[in-house]
């Protein structure tokens, strides 16, 4: 019935196994022999069952094994990324003077919440939207709408679109490792790249075998994975989206372009804190009362200052490189010193609009 359904399965049989590693600690060695052995009658004997019992072993072997001590620095990937999400942090600094929309700034753009001070933090915590500052598949997903439609003036033919993907698929991959390369960046990222390759592997793009895959690849690569909490609620809202926010659409009908926008946000946020909502309420214990009024007024406004960012630090990196280079390109540098400036200001008042909101929905 679905594209990619062995795909998800095995997916879910990796899963499945390193769930009962996790909770059946036997030698590594009993459950990479066991893998093997099935992996061997499943090669001779072809069937999806014994292919799915291979990975659940390989799963179970996978956790316990990733559990040994790995003595040694940081790989140097990691700590490459960490500089330059320390770099474009201090850069994205010098746009605003010192303050909460600094700080707001940093955290939207980069997930820097190092400037947030405790009030701030707790103001954007009881109003539903926090998870709006640690960066998630709701930045990735802004940009590579934005960078879709931007790209859509490349064409629609094959090679047009095959460009567009590397451009599109590059960029995303710059902003995972400017942003220090964090599991929840990377985990959307990984599932855009699928998303993106499955359109030129099955001829349609299909969001659940993105979804399996990128998932099957973080917990063969990284087996303690799932128990991260991030990995749980990321993957969590992006099946309820999948599964449950078609049904809920569809029970509006209206010509209304603006209430069938605002039925979309509403019901996605509904989707959201149906799934992610109870495992919230369970590791932190707490539930954001006023979440839907939080999606209608918040996201929106997030979503202009995100694509405000992109071109606020276009234009200023834009302007500074312009004022460095010959003097035939100095030419434009006034105007572009006063079209940063102005997006600047723009970026200001739409910050200072979306901390006020943010307090004020803290407060009731």
Request: contains cysteine; aromatic residues 10%.
């Amino acid at each position: 019935m679905w594209q990619g359904r062995e795909l998800i399965l095995c997916t879910l049989a990796l899963l499945a196994g390193n769930l009962l590693g996790d909770a059946l600690a036997l030698p590594p060695l009993v459950y990479l022999l066991l893998s093997f052995v099935f992996a061997v009658t499943a090669w001779r004997y072809p069937r999806l069952f014994l292919l799915l019992t291979c990975l659940s072993w390989l799963g179970a072997a996978g956790v316990q094994v990733g559990r040994m001590p790995r003595p040694g620095p940081p790989p140097a990937l990691s700590l490459w990324a960490a500089g330059c999400k320390a770099s474009f942090s201090a850069w994205l600094g010098t746009l605003l003077p010192a303050g909460e929309e600094q700080a707001i700034l940093r955290a939207l753009a980069i997930g820097d919440r190092s400037g947030l001070s405790r009030e701030l933090r707790a103001a954007w915590r009881d109003s539903g939207a926090m998870h709006l500052l640690a960066l998630s598949g709701l930045h990735v997903g802004l940009l590579y709408a934005l960078l879709s439609r931007l790209l859509s003036l490349l064409g629609g033919s094959r090679p047009a679109r095959l460009l567009r993907s590397v451009i599109v698929l590059g960029l995303l991959w710059t902003y995972a490792f400017i942003t220090g390369l964090s599991a929840s960046i990377a985990r959307a990222v990984l599932m855009i790249t699928f998303y993106e390759i499955s359109a030129y592997v099955s001829g349609s793009r299909d969001g659940l075998s993105a979804l399996a895959g990128s998932a099957f690849l973080l917990i063969l690569f990284d087996p303690e994975s799932p128990r991260d909490i991030g990995f749980q609620l990321s993957y969590t809202a992006v099946v309820s989206i999948l599964l449950i926010h078609p049904r809920l659409k569809r029970l509006l009908h209206t010509r209304s372009r603006l209430l069938i926008r605002v039925w979309e946000l509403l019901s996605v946020s509904l989707c959201c804190q149906a799934t992610c909502g109870v495992l919230a309420w369970f590791y932190f214990g707490n539930f954001p009362v006023f979440f839907l009024l939080t999606t209608l007024l918040a996201i929106p406004l997030t979503t202009a200052v995100m694509y405000t960012i992109v071109v606020a630090a276009a234009t200023a990196a834009v302007s500074s490189a312009t004022a460095s280079v010959s003097s035939a390109a100095s030419f434009f540098a006034p105007f572009l010193d006063r079209l940063s400036d102005l997006t600047i200001q723009v970026l200001t008042w739409l910050l200072q609009i979306l901390n006020t909101l943010i307090h004020l929905i803290a407060s009731l």
